[in-house]
């Protein structure tokens, strides 16, 4: 700053106001800008999106979505709501029935809520996998989604598996090393399907560290902070 004021020999005062009027219109130029570039992005993407959906009428329609059941996550839970707003995202997925709580209430207020009908609203897990397998094929869950305290994971995925259903579970897969290796032998004797919501495996942030300690980006680590 010295160097320039010697050099252009303006006053401080000068060069202050200088500087002030031209933040002043950076920001008013950046403001501008940025309107015209959102409302231009904006219009953009309207128009593909408007292109696309001329292009392919009947996407949605030809997407035959997977029927599930949910144990637990009734009225007052927290993670059986995420689960399916997650699940509702794309269409892909239906919840055609569940157990929701052991308080009956609630579990009947919950399905009335999720517009399910009563006769899809079951008492406890054993119930619905009963009932439901007794369904058509066409009609019945084909995923059992388990929302429910950490100590019930394994004895509800082994009954699901056992019934011939495909599940879907909170973390963790059980409470014991014991416990989790009986689930991982009942699964290699089956043909079902098994999902584990390990999300955080699919963050971008996640692989970009495993990638960085991977690749001796970081040198050799000393300690690890988890939180």
Same mark, same amino acid.
């Given at each position: 700053?010295?160097?320039? +004021?010697?050099?252009?020999?303006?006053?401080?005062? =000068?060069?202050?106001?200088?500087?002030?009027?031209?933040? *002043?219109?950076?920001?008013?130029?950046?403001? *501008? +800008?940025?309107?015209?570039?959102?409302?231009?992005?904006?219009?953009?993407?309207?128009?593909? #999106?408007?292109? =696309?959906?001329?292009?392919?009428?009947?996407?949605?329609?030809?997407?035959?979505?997977?029927?599930?059941?949910?144990? @637990?996550?009734?009225? @007052?839970?927290?993670?059986? %709501?995420?689960?399916?707003?997650? !699940?509702?995202?794309?269409?892909?997925?239906?919840?055609?029935?569940?157990?929701?709580?052991?308080?009956?209430?609630?579990?009947?207020?919950?399905?009335?809520?999720?517009?399910?009908?009563?006769?899809?609203?079951?008492?406890?897990?054993?119930?619905?996998?009963?009932?439901?397998?007794? +369904?058509? *094929?066409?009609?019945?869950?084909?995923?059992?989604?388990? *929302?429910?305290?950490?100590?019930?994971?394994?004895?509800?995925? $082994?009954? %699901?598996?056992?019934?011939? /259903?495909?599940? /879907?579970?909170?973390?963790?897969?059980?409470?014991?090393?014991?416990?989790? =290796?009986? +689930?991982?032998?009942?699964?290699? %004797?089956?043909?079902?399907?098994?999902?584990? !919501?390990?999300?955080?495996?699919?963050?971008? #942030?996640?692989?970009?560290?495993?990638?960085?300690?991977?690749?001796? %980006?970081?040198?050799? $680590?000393?300690?690890? /902070?988890?939180?």
């Amino acid at each position: 700053t010295r160097i320039y +004021l010697r050099r252009h020999r303006i006053s401080r005062r =000068q060069h202050q106001l200088r500087y002030v009027l031209s933040r *002043v219109l950076s920001s008013v130029c950046s403001s *501008v +800008l940025g309107s015209v570039y959102s409302n231009t992005a904006t219009n953009k993407s309207e128009r593909l #999106m408007s292109q =696309q959906r001329a292009e392919q009428p009947t996407v949605q329609q030809q997407v035959t979505p997977i029927r599930y059941g949910m144990v @637990g996550g009734g009225e @007052g839970a927290f993670i059986g %709501a995420v689960h399916r707003h997650a !699940a509702a995202l794309d269409g892909h997925y239906q919840l055609v029935c569940g157990a929701f709580s052991r308080d009956e209430a609630n579990n009947r207020r919950t399905a009335a809520a999720l517009s399910l009908p009563s006769s899809r609203c079951y008492a406890n897990v054993e119930q619905m996998l009963s009932n439901e397998a007794a +369904l058509p *094929v066409n009609e019945r869950m084909q995923v059992v989604v388990i *929302v429910t305290p950490n100590h019930s994971h394994v004895p509800m995925s $082994l009954a %699901a598996i056992a019934a011939g /259903f495909h599940v /879907f579970c909170e973390k963790p897969a059980g409470v014991s090393l014991a416990e989790t =290796q009986q +689930l991982a032998t009942a699964l290699a %004797a089956s043909s079902v399907l098994y999902g584990l !919501a390990h999300t955080y495996l699919g963050y971008p #942030m996640v692989w970009q560290a495993r990638d960085m300690v991977a690749s001796g %980006a970081l040198g050799q $680590l000393r300690k690890i /902070f988890v939180e």
